[in-house]
């Protein structure tokens, strides 16, 4: 018997203790041995839970007792996170987790000390909630070079800019229902602001390019610009608004990795994942494109990627080697304003047509439908980062207002 503690007793640790009772005999079969939670470690106490008897406050009861060799970590958040897990698996314990956040920023430190102490350190369920897409990569993937990869990685996002396509739903109430339904963030803004994407692109840069690729390296857009207008002139374009990261190997050996919305067209598969759900692109040398699509996000899809994790320590023999990547120099991710991307620009201003050419060069004017006189928008071709900040600007000071500036992007 497998003795487990699952930290943290919200959306998805309660979904884990749930999908291991409901499931236990499949998983039993599939693990090799019965695994049973003994300890529930949260703040708060759950007296109307049936694992109310499990719950306990102090850390420490899990870290000394040599009866629990795997442990959930799915709080959240940096500390006491980093610290917990950290002891743990000094302690000889495997830890998975469903914390984004701390695999982006502590990844390869977690991953060396797992290393050095025979045990795991998991994270299935840190990018694309119920998506395999960390063991394809660093198993079922591990003969390719990873050309690139793009995918819609956040499902708060991608539910709200649904909503606002098909129901002319407003920002906030498609916020408010994906904070009710469990898919957001804590604070939100780490989902709005496209920083939760951001982390996700750098857990999954890391393991394709072996360096460890650091949130702050990284230039990030999130959707809070975004209105209807731009998502009516999307439609007129051919394509859908979406919020994008992306990664990819440069000729410099240096890593391009953003995270921003961007025009989709429809011929995309990427375009066709709405709601909750996330597809990640993963572009390699021997497979070609491989898309990897399903919910993103949600109590079960989550808990499913974490119990998976559960079964892989409880049948390991010792550190799963492919799963490492090392810690880097700053430089590992060149300058965004060298990317290429074509923009589409919604502005406002006399002669903005005239401006537009002449900040931009060749465009193509996009409409929506009505008399919209004191707008204009058009869609560009494809230019590094740094000139199309320079025709902003230039447009800016001949006196047309840029209203709104998103990429265009072709995967
Ligand atoms: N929700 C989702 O769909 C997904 C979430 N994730 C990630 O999984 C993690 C958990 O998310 P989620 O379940 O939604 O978050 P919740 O806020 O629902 O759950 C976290 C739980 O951990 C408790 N907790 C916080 N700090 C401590 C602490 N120091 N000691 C003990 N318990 C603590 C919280 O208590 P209290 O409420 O009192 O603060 C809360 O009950 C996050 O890293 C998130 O990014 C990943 C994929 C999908
Ligand atoms: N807030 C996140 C939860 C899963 O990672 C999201 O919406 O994708």
């Given at each position: 018997m497998k003795k487990i503690a699952?930290?943290?007793f919200g959306v998805v640790g309660s979904g884990v203790v749930e999908l291991c009772d409901k499931n236990k005999e499949s998983i039993c079969g599939r693990a090799g041995d019965e695994i049973v939670v003994k300890y529930i470690l949260d703040l708060r106490d759950f007296p109307d839970s049936p694992y109310a008897d499990r719950v306990i406050h102090d850390f420490d009861t899990i870290l000394k007792d040599p009866e629990v060799e795997i442990v959930a970590e799915v709080m959240g958040g940096l500390e006491p996170a980093f610290s917990y897990s950290k002891a743990l698996l000094c302690a000889g314990k495997s830890v998975v987790t469903s914390n984004k956040e701390l695999v982006a920023q502590k990844g390869a430190e977690l991953l060396a000390l797992a290393h050095e102490h025979g045990v795991n350190y998991l994270f299935e369920a840190?990018?694309?909630g119920g998506i395999p897409i960390i063991r394809p990569l660093h198993m079922c993937l591990a003969a390719n070079q990873i050309d690139e990869i793009a995918g819609i990685l956040n499902g708060t996002t991608n539910f709200i800019l649904t909503k606002m396509i098909r129901e002319s739903m407003s920002f906030s109430d498609a916020l408010?229902?994906?904070?009710k339904l469990g898919y957001a963030e804590k604070d939100p803004t780490a989902d709005v602001e496209g920083q939760d994407a951001c982390r996700k692109i750098c857990i999954l840069a890391s393991l394709a390019y072996g360096k460890h690729v650091y949130p702050?390296?990284?230039?990030?857009?999130g959707i809070t610009k975004v209105t209807l207008e731009d998502v009516q002139y999307a439609e007129d374009w051919g394509g859908v608004i979406k919020l994008i990261g992306r990664a990819k190997r440069l000729e410099s050996g240096k890593l391009m990795v953003m995270v921003s919305p961007a025009l989709i067209s429809h011929?995309?598969?990427?375009?066709?994942?709405?709601?909750?759900?996330?597809g990640i692109l993963v572009r390699a040398d021997a497979t070609g494109d491989v898309v990897f699509y399903?919910?993103?996000?949600?109590k079960l899809p989550t808990a499913s990627a974490v119990m998976g994790d559960i079964i892989d320590c409880a049948k390991a023999q010792g550190t799963i080697e492919s799963l490492r990547w090392t810690d880097s120099q700053a430089d590992t991710v060149g300058n965004y304003e060298d990317?290429?991307?074509g923009v589409y620009v919604r502005c406002r201003g006399v002669h903005?047509?005239?401006?537009?050419?002449?900040c931009f060069g060749n465009i193509r004017t996009l409409h929506r439908g009505g008399e919209h006189d004191d707008e204009f928008a058009f869609v560009t071709e494809e230019m590094t980062e740094r000139r199309i900040a320079a025709a902003r600007r230039q447009m800016q000071s001949d006196g047309v207002e840029v209203l709104s500036c998103i990429r265009t992007l072709d995967y």
């Open positions: 699952v930290m943290g840190s990018v694309g408010a229902l994906a904070q702050q390296e990284v230039h990030t857009e011929e995309s598969q990427l375009s066709t994942v709405d709601d909750v759900f996330n399903g919910k993103g996000a949600g990317y290429p991307a903005a047509k005239e401006t537009a050419v002449s």
